[in-house]
């Protein structure tokens, strides 16, 4: 077994594509369409995981995502580069200088751990 890819369930899929695209510089590698569903695959270009964004067409009211106590990570090559964009972007919901991470948050609330490249 080996993983293949993680869901978030999204609101508005133009915005929360192009959050991914300009906080963490994910692209879209693969779409499928169905009956009121669309669903966005989206890739970092260096691995094979990818994070798959569901938009349900006639959904209008926003996910309830509970306590959140769950989250996606990703590491940075840049933490300085990645602390300043995302700084900048004001999506940056938390913060643990002891530990060298901090987390972002997307359109819909998931938060994403930022750690350095190892």
């Not at 300009?22 to 009956?35: H, I, Q, W, Y």
Request: contains cysteine.
């Amino acid at each position: 077994m080996r993983f293949n890819h993680f869901n978030f369930n999204v609101l508005d899929l133009e915005k929360s594509i192009a959050f991914y695209k300009e906080a963490l510089g994910f692209v879209p590698v693969r779409t499928k369409e169905g009956d009121g569903f669309t669903l966005v695959f989206m890739g970092d270009g260096e691995s094979d995981f990818q994070l798959e964004l569901t938009y349900l067409h006639d959904r209008t009211e926003p996910y309830d995502l509970g306590e959140c106590e769950f989250h996606l990570a990703v590491s940075a090559p840049d933490m300085n580069e990645a602390h300043d964009r995302h700084e900048k972007m004001g999506c940056i919901c938390f913060e643990n200088p002891a530990m060298g991470i901090y987390f972002i948050a997307d359109p819909d609330g998931y938060w994403i751990e930022v750690v350095p490249e190892r």
